[in-house]
């Protein structure tokens, strides 16, 4: 177990941190918000990590906290006039966030370090703290989930205009929606700086986009079981593909095609749904022999 451990220890690690930002991705979508702009907020978190930690010697999980609050803040912001849009135009409005906030990092060079990015950073992150913050933002999803507030968001996404008739400010929910997601983004993304010694713009591009949408619509939108199974696919399936390697690019497109064909769930919510299919067929199948016994006492 020790050696399967560190042989595959950074797959792991990848692992963990692709399952916290497939978290970030998901609370958006879970709100009818189809907001990519996970990969800014993560952006902003890593570089007040690293930033914080190499310049100002500020402690390190002070600055994963600022982090945090910085990406939730900008998330709020972000979402004063993205809240109005729907669908692909907001997006393009999120991808075109994304774009600011690279080319910020780019060009405030006396800052950020432009291309060559922000080194030195201390690598203080290893698996059990990871694993520790991915288990505490899955039982905040979780909480989430079974109160209001998650009703509210399944509500929005299903039927806005059914929500808005009860009484739901979209507004409000969609803004609330972009602070967890830039928070759980934000959080992430610290870390991250904290575990690779440097980062780059370009470590929060387009691959990273891409990446993180993956890993929620292979493995689902709305159980938390979703970016666990779409981030083990990620992780696990260039092993797998190893003998195709240079093929590995198509070899994703095409799962990726195949996944939403025919399981457009993603693959972990529909084991959720499967399982929750199967409990309600007991109850019913359970119920309606009570009854032909009933029938047949009385009778």
């Known amino acids: 177990m020790i050696n399967f451990y560190y042989a595959y220890q950074p797959i792991i690690d990848f692992f963990l941190l692709s399952v916290g930002f497939g978290y970030s991705q998901q609370i958006a979508l879970r709100a009818g918000v189809f907001s990519i702009a996970t990969a800014g907020f993560g952006a902003l978190g890593a570089y007040t990590v690293a930033i914080l930690v190499t310049r100002y010697d500020v402690p390190i999980?002070?600055?994963?906290?600022?982090?945090?609050?910085?990406?939730?803040?900008?998330?709020?912001l972000l979402s004063l006039p993205l809240?109005?849009?729907?669908?692909?135009?907001?997006?393009?409005?999120?991808?075109?966030f994304v774009q600011i906030v690279l080319s910020l990092l780019l060009y405030g060079e006396d800052f950020t370090g432009g291309a060559l990015g922000v080194t030195g950073i201390p690598r203080v992150m290893n698996t059990w703290t990871l694993l520790a913050v991915v288990v505490v933002t899955m039982y905040v999803m979780w909480s989430i989930g079974r109160t209001g507030l998650g009703r509210i968001f399944d509500a929005l996404r299903q039927e806005e205009s059914v929500a808005s008739s009860l009484g739901v400010n979209i507004g409000r929910y969609h803004a609330l929606a972009f602070i967890l997601s830039g928070a759980v983004g934000g959080l992430f993304g610290g870390l991250q700086s904290l575990y690779v010694f440097q980062i780059e713009p370009h470590n929060f591009g387009f691959a990273f986009m891409v990446n993180v949408l993956?890993?929620?619509?292979?493995?689902?939108?709305?159980?938390?079981l979703g970016p666990i199974m779409g981030a083990a696919i990620m992780a696990i399936l260039p092993e797998l593909a190893r003998p195709l390697a240079e093929y590995r690019p198509a070899v994703?497109?095409?799962?990726?095609?195949?996944?939403?064909?025919?399981?457009?769930?993603?693959?972990?919510?529909?084991?959720?749904?499967?399982?929750?299919?199967?409990?309600?067929?007991?109850?019913?199948?359970?119920?309606?022999?009570?009854?032909?016994?009933?029938?047949?006492?009385?009778?």
């Open 214 to 224: 993956t890993v929620v619509i292979l493995g689902g939108r709305t159980t938390l």
């Open 83 to 96: 809240a109005r849009l729907r669908g692909a135009f907001q997006a393009i409005a999120t991808l075109a």
């Open 252 to 299: 994703n497109g095409i799962i990726l095609i195949l996944v939403i064909t025919f399981l457009p769930n993603g693959v972990g919510d529909e084991i959720v749904f499967w399982f929750r299919r199967r409990k309600t067929a007991k109850k019913a199948q359970a119920l309606t022999d009570k009854e032909a016994r009933d029938a047949v006492t009385s009778s």
């Open 61 to 76: 999980w002070s600055t994963v906290v600022l982090g945090m609050v910085i990406a939730g803040a900008v998330g709020f």
